[in-house]
């Protein structure tokens, strides 16, 4: 995008239908109408914004960006409005009542630019320097600036010019046999390569032999491996049948222990009820014997009883 004025600006965001990363490069602007118009089309979108410098009205389009970036040396801000007063050609400025830093001269405000504009450059310089050239002679940084011998003593060159071009002749003169040398060492280098390219050749004939066995081999062995699975499913299906078999059979053996447990408990009744019986004739047998034994006593008492009637009679008569 490069737009030097509102309506620029304008244009472009109007047609614009996604955020987009967008370099700015101004010091500020005039108040306008279509100020406040091109900043409401910027945010929109998230736009993102790099910057070289972006004050005062520009920073007004500006800060309605995702992101807003710059580098060290860039210049931000100038947040304020003032305006210029000519009065009989002595120019002076009115600035807004917070505005009470915006565009000072340096005389003006000349701590502030010297601690705050000048010593940041100057550092940001100076560390660059010595970043490519750590060696250099730090009495440099004062500012001086001197001619090419001086230079040479400071290490702020690596050599005079006439001196350079001696030893730049000479160093071509070197390049030059560095290319010969590179020509014929590529010469070699193709005649290795055609010789490198026939034996590349056998070893991807080889290559596709052996590749070929392979193949083969992985064929018999899927083969193979195609048997074993059959054969492992015919013994899973006769063991699978061997256990419905088995189920079956232990089904049937629980009916058959029902049935016996039922005989069993029939068993325990019956002998029960013979031992009642038993009892019973054993009660009855041992009242049997007792009886005898009285029947006998009684028989005694009855001969003893006649023979003392006999007794009687004898002794009468």
């Not at 500020?28 to 100020?35: A, K, S, Y």
């Not at 389009?61 to 947040?79: P, T, V």
Request: aromatic share 6%; glycine share 2%; net charge negative.
């Amino acid at each position: 995008m490069s737009a030097t004025s509102y309506e620029e600006i304008i244009d472009y965001f109007s047609n614009c239908t996604e955020s987009k990363t967008i370099k700015v490069d101004s010091l500020g602007g005039t108040v306008h109408p279509l100020l406040l118009e091109a900043h409401n089309l910027m945010a929109q979108y998230e736009h993102k914004y790099i910057i070289s410098n972006c004050c005062s009205a520009a920073y007004w389009l500006c800060c309605s960006g995702n992101l807003i970036a710059l580098n060290n040396l860039s210049i931000i801000g100038s947040i304020g409005v003032l305006t210029e007063v000519d009065e009989q050609n002595n120019k002076t400025f009115l600035r807004a009542s917070e505005s009470t830093e915006k565009n000072l001269s340096p005389i003006e405000n000349s701590e502030y630019v010297v601690k705050h504009v000048l010593d940041p450059v100057n550092a940001e310089f100076k560390n660059k320097v010595l970043e490519h050239r750590s060696y250099i002679n730090t009495s440099v940084f004062s500012g001086k600036s001197c001619l090419a011998e001086e230079a040479l003593k400071l290490n702020l060159i690596n050599s005079i010019s006439e001196n350079y071009m001696s030893k730049n002749k000479e160093k071509k003169e070197v390049q030059e046999i560095k290319e010969e040398v590179k020509i014929e060492s590529k010469e070699l280098e193709s005649e290795k390569t055609s010789e490198s390219i026939a034996d590349l050749m056998l070893l991807l004939e080889s290559a596709k032999k052996d590749l070929e066995e392979v193949k083969t081999c992985n064929e018999e062995l899927k083969a193979k491996n195609l048997e074993l699975v059959a054969s492992q499913d015919n013994k899973l299906n006769k063991f699978i049948k061997q256990q419905e078999n088995a189920k079956k059979i232990a089904a049937g053996d629980d009916a058959i222990y029902e049935k016996i447990m039922a005989m069993g408990e029939t068993a325990i009744e019956q002998s029960e009820k013979l031992i009642e019986m038993f009892s019973l004739i054993k009660n009855k047998t041992l009242e049997a014997s007792v009886i005898p034994s009285q029947i006998k006593a009684q028989s005694k008492q009855e001969v003893k009883a006649s023979s003392a009637l006999k007794s009687m009679k004898v002794k009468k008569f």
